[in-house]
């Protein structure tokens, strides 16, 4: 009988139907589909008849649904897994009894074999089409693109899930099994391994296999391979394909990450840590650069690693260094990630070893190298390891210092992400110092300077105690003879085996042991040896450092002797015993009283320092983060807001200043950053550590009085809407509201400040509940506005600015046709507020005046009949300014001036009075035009529509009885009623004006009697020098001027020549704010002076040109002026020495950005006037300048346009100074592959200019900009042909520039350095040094310029240059091009003027 063919694992399916030779089994038939389902039941049969080895009979029967998987039934499937599973269950069982049985003959072994190796082929099989099947399904019902999920075929995936776990413990407890019997006492084949684990490793291919739901299966395919590594040697092999998964698949790195970490942890398997750590480190960084998906799996295993198993990923640390220098920025961040990991870990604490402090330092220096990476990923994440290493209080207290001033160097990175991280590892920083609570550089001062006195005392106090009864100096220059003898020695040559004797000790501090004890023994020749080898091993540590010296020897000597004399580190007592090292080495000293003292006296200094250090380090970045709070960035501003809510918690002094700072960020378009400062004050001042509500309540009043102290009307707005917001939400409680009334009323005891700071956070919280005002106008009124008021009039300002509150918005009434809120003209307020302003009116307060003013605002808000109430107001103030003059007319009744000249008053009329009256005219004034304008119009108007709703419900009323079915008469109707009401609101608006125009000023009216008074104050500044009265009757005169334009139109000459001519810079700002007024309510009137507005922006002193700023930036925002040229004059506040003014200046242009392409308009003529040579603008500050507005050119097709117009601009630039700044704005584009061929195409128009190292060397920076950012082949072709270009007409230049002083040809313009070029508007009053003269046409050019205007029909030259009164709405702007008439055809510098005409 012929024995039985062996069963060989095939590598492919095919195989087993190829004849493999004598002997090896072979698929004899592949059944068709439709006979399996009976073959199965046949292999059942023959299952309950033969068991396991059934198999060998029926193996083509299963082989053959495998082969036909894809199309066989979803039952016959299932039905072939389930008994493959029964087979290889009931053959698992069997085998341990027949493994045990000794007398297994050889034919039974091999029968056994060939079914365990069929079945489990057959099995392992099933389950990889199973797991495929599975997979595949998984995949489409993800696709959301999908159609017809319905109408899918069944599949068998259901019974799979339920059977997966089951059949996984099958495989084991089957490897688990002494196999090794049957193949003849060796090692099971590798081919069995392979088979049983690599259904495990197909398993874990599945994308869903890290879900919650598949946690079962991981740890079963986990228990296989351990026991598969454990018993069956497949270490090699599970090395390899776990290195090949973990690049091909990203998402098997955190489930091999935990089961290494079980294998390593259960099984003992460390060595497979090594291997894989090993295997990934081998690995070629260039390799892993171009390879993403690799990466990204070995990354994430070493950072998952390290989590779960620090101390085997330290032991192999250093197999993974070689990646810190590879190109994978991925593979750095998990190397970094993996040591912060060990140092959190296992590198954490003060009692470590010497050797493990010594990685620990090493490690922290290499995470502190990274902080300064090239890539921006590695630097944000090394910043956010450290954070962790903070949090979890492992760093130590000697590194502190040098990782907050590498956080704070981070915090100017140009990286966003990088910024965001630096700020939150100082807030950690902040949360985990170990230093103080209160972190004030003022409050650690102090202390430290009195320590650090009491140090220098103790040192001198122990000073003389401290000498030994031998001085061990006497000694040393006793045996310094022999000690040179024996260490001169060491340079002759030496005796065989000698060195060998003498080896340097492991660690530094046994080494200077060492020596010292052969010093102490005489030997000074092995001493002296054992020197020179430890300066090799040790070199630049204490005390081996090389100090210096000539020789060696020399060298050699210092140590000994530092070493004998016991001047080495350990027994300095000048350093801080820090390191647990130096108790070993002042054993000596140790047990001396005074000397321990000293030594915690050391410690105490040494803390206090770190403390002030980190504290000034802290302070520095909160200067820094305070100005990122207004970055583009919206992470970095609430990482910022964040850092200022922690910085606040510590009690640093400067946070305050952060905190008010965040104020105006309330007002953000972006809903993060709003609701950012919200949770920050929240934090800050809703949230008190007190317990009761009352104490709770006292606290948040006194935090947010704080903030009022001293702040801006800006700062003021800010938080009123931050308070409104918390009253809306319900957020501050009632007894906060009861406490600022009981503060207001006087029942709790508070000072003149807090009684003020409680109106106004009432204020405040009106305007998120109306009725806290509403309800308690009478306490306001009786108390606000006693008798007490005239003693200081900031409390009733206060309260009329309370009061304000009630007044509704004409707006808001109008859309809910709604009558407004008004009080009838005898209520007890306005009463009060006339006697409390006429009572005010003869006193001399500063006060009086910003009072005033919001008691006639509040007048005309809520009166009615408000023009009477001010009316007999002014009769009352002016009776008492008459009384007063006739009084003092009255004691000099000897003088020659008349009593009744008022305008002579300055000799007999208190200065104040003239300053009162003045402004309270001027005050009336302006509230009138806005009564009428505002209020009267917005009554108007109501009044009609409700009128006509009225009369349109009469009409339809009426149509609908008279004649239902008709609908034409009302369509006529409402179009009728349409045109009625337009043409009503043109009546309304002209009736108003022709009030202002007419009746307002005339001789009728009161303001008419003031009008010669203010005049003359302003006409004359030397009779009337008071620097107040000056600055309140040029505001009141810009006042009157709102009235009327005609008056407007005959004083303008008076207020614009006070605004150039007057010394004092109030009037000069005052006239500046009404000018910015007046343009916007007469902007025709206005319009012709606008040259003086700008002229404004070079003003000498810093607060009137801030204030020309902040009007000019209003008013061309609004387009209320025309920018032309004069914008330039905007942009050299770019470059003012002032902060405050940048600021105006950045945010003019920030918002002139987002007005499409206003920038890209203006840039041009911004260019050409600051480019100018009698600008004043010299290169650097123009550089500045130009950096800052290029920012804003983003688009690429702003980018090429420019690009082309810069070019062209060259044809018509006259001096070397003009060609560097043209060059030096092309340098700033990011120019584009179109950007790169508008270049070429003009590169005549720039060539001859390349003779000018700096022009040369701005386009050579342009195109290695362009090279870095990564190009198409072709156009990498064309920058190098390009740049060619550039460098053979650089050289050129260069060599013609010799040949020029021998009378040869040059393109450059000697002879137009001395005529400046002619740019600019028609009005140019900026620039003192412009006179009539610069504006002629140059004698040399004229006749020839005169010829060609004449063969060309007469025509506006064009120049290149944008202004902001084109049309800039269209895309259309971007594209424009010079006309081929325009453009200038020669390359030589031009200097005829015609080709620069003004336009």
């Not at 917001?725 to 709790?748: C, G, H, N, Y």
Request: glycine share 4%; with cysteine; aromatic share 6%.
């Amino acid at each position: 009988m012929a024995a039985a063919p062996e069963f060989h694992l095939p590598l492919a399916p095919a195989d087993l139907l190829r004849d493999g030779g004598p002997g090896r089994y072979v698929v004899r038939e592949v059944l068709p589909a439709r006979e399996l389902p009976p073959a199965l039941s046949a292999f059942r049969a023959a299952f309950r008849a033969r068991g396991a080895l059934a198999v060998l009979q029926h193996f083509d029967c299963v082989y053959s649904v495998l082969h036909h998987f894809r199309t066989v039934g979803v039952a016959v499937k299932e039905d072939a897994l389930e008994l493959m599973v029964h087979v290889v269950s009931h053959h698992s069982n069997e085998l341990p009894a027949i493994l045990s049985d000794s007398g297994l003959s050889h034919a039974d072994r091999a029968a056994h074999l060939n079914a365990l190796k069929m079945n489990c082929y057959l099995l392992t099989g099933l389950m990889d089409a199973f797991e495929m099947e599975t997979c595949k399904n998984s995949c489409l019902e993800a696709d959301p693109g999908r159609k017809n999920r319905k109408n899918h075929a069944k599949t068998s995936g259901s019974l799979w899930e339920e059977e997966r776990e089951p059949v996984l413990r099958l495989l084991t407890q089957l490897l688990q099994l002494d196999l090794c019997q049957l193949w003849g006492g060796l090692a099971v084949e590798e081919e069995f391994v392979s088979l049983m684990t690599g259904s495990c490793y197909r398993i874990l291919e599945n994308p869903s296999i890290g879900l919650q739901r598949y946690r079962v299966t991981r740890e079963a395919v986990t228990h296989l391979l351990a026991v598969a590594l454990v018993h069956c040697d497949h270490m090699f092999s599970a090395t390899l394909k776990i290195t090949q998964m973990l690049q091909h698949f990203e998402h098997v790195a955190p489930v091999f990450a935990r089961a290494v970490s079980l294998w390593a942890k259960e099984y003992g398997l460390k060595n497979l840590v090594g291997e894989l750590l090993r295997e990934i480190g081998q690995k070629c960084p260039q390799d892993l650069a171009r390879e993403a998906s690799g990466v990204k799996g070995y990354a994430a295993f070493i950072s998952e690693l390290a989590e779960q198993i620090p101390a085997l990923v330290l032991s192999n640390m250093s197999v993974l260094l070689p990646h810190l220098d590879g190109e994978s920025y991925m593979m750095r961040n998990a190397v970094l990630a993996a040591m912060a990991e060990v140092l959190v870990q296992m590198l954490n604490g003060d009692q470590l070893e010497e050797a493990a402090r010594g990685t620990r330092d090493k490690f922290l220096d290499i995470l502190q190298a990274h902080v300064c990476d090239v890539h921006s990923f590695v630097r944000s994440r090394v910043l956010q390891l450290f954070t962790h290493i903070v949090q979890s209080k492992a760093l130590p207290l000697t590194q502190f210092q040098s990782v907050v001033s590498l956080a704070v160097g981070r915090l100017k990175d140009k990286s966003v992400i990088v910024v965001k991280n630096a700020i939150q590892l100082l807030a950690v920083f902040l949360s985990n110092n170990p230093f103080s609570s209160k972190l004030s550089c003022t409050d650690l001062d102090e202390p430290l300077k009195k320590e650090v006195q009491k140090l220098k005392e103790m040192r001198d106090r122990n000073r003389p105690t401290a000498a030994p009864v031998v001085a061990p100096e006497e000694e040393w220059e006793a045996m310094l003879p022999e000690v040179r003898a024996a260490t001169q020695q060491l340079f002759q040559p030496l005796q065989e085996g000698e060195e060998e004797v003498l080896e340097v000790e492991e660690t530094l501090e046994r080494t200077v042991k060492q020596i010292t004890g052969l010093l102490k023994k005489l030997n000074y020749k092995s001493a002296a040896r054992l020197t020179q080898k430890a300066l090799c091993r040790f070199q630049g540590k204490e005390p081996f450092i090389d100090p210096g010296e000539e020789n060696e020897e020399a060298t050699i000597l210092g140590v000994l002797k530092r070493l004998y004399t016991g001047s080495c580190p350990g027994g300095n007592s000048e350093d801080p015993p820090h390191d647990s090292s130096s108790d070993e080495v002042e054993e000596d000293v140790q047990d001396d009283q005074p000397q321990t003292e000293l030594v915690k006296q050391e410690m105490l200094v040494q803390y206090l320092q770190d403390a002030y250090n980190f504290s000034v380090k802290i302070t520095e970045a909160l200067n820094l983060i305070g100005k990122m709070m207004y970055e583009n960035s919206v992470s970095v501003v609430q990482e910022s807001i964040e850092f200022f809510v922690t910085v606040s918690q510590f009690g640093v002094p400067q946070a305050l200043l952060g905190v008010r700072r965040m104020l105006p960020l309330i007002w953000s378009k972006e809903p993060g950053i709003k609701e950012a400062v919200l949770n920050a004050y929240r934090q800050l001042y809703l949230s008190p550590s007190e317990d009761s509500e009352r104490a709770k309540a006292q606290a948040l009043v006194h935090s947010l009085s704080l903030i009022m102290v001293d702040a801006s009307l800006g700062t003021i707005q800010c938080l009123e809407e931050i308070i409104s917001e918390f009253m809306q939400k319900d957020e501050i409680k009632p007894a906060v509201t009861q406490l600022l009334w009981e503060r207001f009323t006087e029942k709790s005891p508070c000072s003149s400040l807090e009684r003020r700071a409680a109106v106004m956070l009432l204020g405040m919280m009106a305007r998120g509940k109306p009725e806290i005002i509403g309800s308690n106008l009478d306490i306001l009124v009786t108390i606000g506005l006693s008798e007490k008021a005239c003693e200081d009039y900031r409390l009733p300002q206060e309260v009329c600015n309370v009061i304000s509150k009630l007044a509704s918005n004409p707006k808001a009434a109008l859309e809910k046709n709604s009558a407004p809120f008004r009080l009838p003209q005898n209520h007890m307020l306005f009463g009060c507020l006339s006697e409390t302003v006429s009572k005010g009116f003869a006193q001399p307060s500063s006060h009086w005046i910003p009072f005033m003013e919001a008691a006639v605002t509040l007048i005309y808000q809520l009166a009615e009949g408000a023009e009477e109430i001010c009316a007999d107001i002014l009769h009352v103030c002016c009776q008492q300014a008459l009384e007063k003059l006739q009084e003092a007319d009255e004691q000099k009744a000897d003088a020659e001036d008349s009593p009744h000249r008022i305008s002579d008053g300055g000799d007999s009329l208190p200065t104040f009075l003239l300053l009162h009256l003045v402004s309270l005219v001027g005050q009336v004034a302006l509230q009138q035009v806005a009564y009428l304008e505002m209020f009267m119009s917005a009554e108007l108007r109501r009044r009609r529509i409700l009128k006509e709703e009225k009369t349109k419900k009469q009409s339809d009323t009426s149509t609908k009885k008279q004649r239902p079915q008709s609908t034409g008469n009302e369509t006529t109707l409402e179009e009728e009623l349409g045109l009625v009401g337009a043409t009503a609101d043109d009546t309304e608006a002209e009736l108003i004006r022709s009030i202002c125009e007419t009746e307002l000023l005339d001789g009728k009216h009161l303001f008419s009697a003031f009008v010669p008074l203010v005049l003359k104050i302003c006409n004359n500044p030397g009779l009337y020098s008071d620097s107040a009265l000056s600055a309140a009757a040029a505001l009141t005169l810009g006042k009157l001027c709102m009235i009327s334009s005609e008056f407007c139109d005959s004083h303008l000459r008076l207020l614009f020549t006070m605004m150039e001519k007057s010394t004092l810079p109030g009037v000069r700002s005052n006239l500046i704010i009404a000018a910015g007024d007046l343009a916007i309510r007469f902007p025709n009137v206005v319009e012709p002076w606008t040259s003086h507005l700008y002229a404004r922006l070079r003003d000498p002193c810093p607060s009137v040109r801030q204030t020309a700023g902040l009007v000019m930036t209003h008013l061309i925002l609004k387009d209320m002026v025309k920018v032309k040229g004069q914008v330039s004059e905007m942009a050299t506040l770019l470059i003012d020495p002032e902060e405050a003014i940048v600021g105006v200046a950045q945010n003019f242009f920030g918002e002139l950005a987002n007005k499409g392409n206003a920038v890209y308009n203006l840039l041009p003529d911004i260019i050409s006037h600051l480019s100018d040579p009698n600008s004043g603008i010299e290169e650097e500050p123009f550089h500045t300048i130009m950096r800052h507005l290029f920012s804003y050119i983003t688009k690429d097709k702003q980018t090429e346009s420019l690009v082309e117009k810069l070019c062209q601009r060259f044809r018509t630039a006259r001096t070397e100074r003009q060609y560097r700044d043209l060059s030096h704005c092309l340098a700033l584009l990011p120019v584009s592959d179109r950007g790169l061929h508008k270049l070429q195409d003009n590169y005549d128009c720039f060539a001859d200019k390349l003779q000018d190292p700096a022009v040369y060397s701005c386009f050579q920076t342009m195109l290695a900009r362009f090279r870095r950012a990564g190009v198409k082949p072709e156009t990498k072709a064309l920058a190098e042909e390009l740049e060619q270009k550039l460098s053979a007409s650089h050289n050129r230049g260069l060599d013609s520039t010799q040949t020029c002083q021998d009378g040869s040809q040059t393109p450059m313009p000697l002879t137009a350095k001395r005529k400046p070029l002619l740019t600019g508007s028609r009005r140019q009053p900026l620039s003192p040094a412009n006179t009539d003269d610069d504006f002629v046409t140059p004698p040399s050019r004229t006749l020839r310029n005169h010829k060609r205007a004449q063969k060309r029909p007469p025509r506006k030259k064009a120049i290149i240059t944008f202004s902001s009164d084109e049309e800039n709405n269209s895309e259309d702007e971007l594209s424009a091009e010079l006309r081929e008439e325009e453009t200038p055809t020669k390359t030589t510098p031009i200097t005829r003027s015609s080709a620069r005409q003004l336009r």
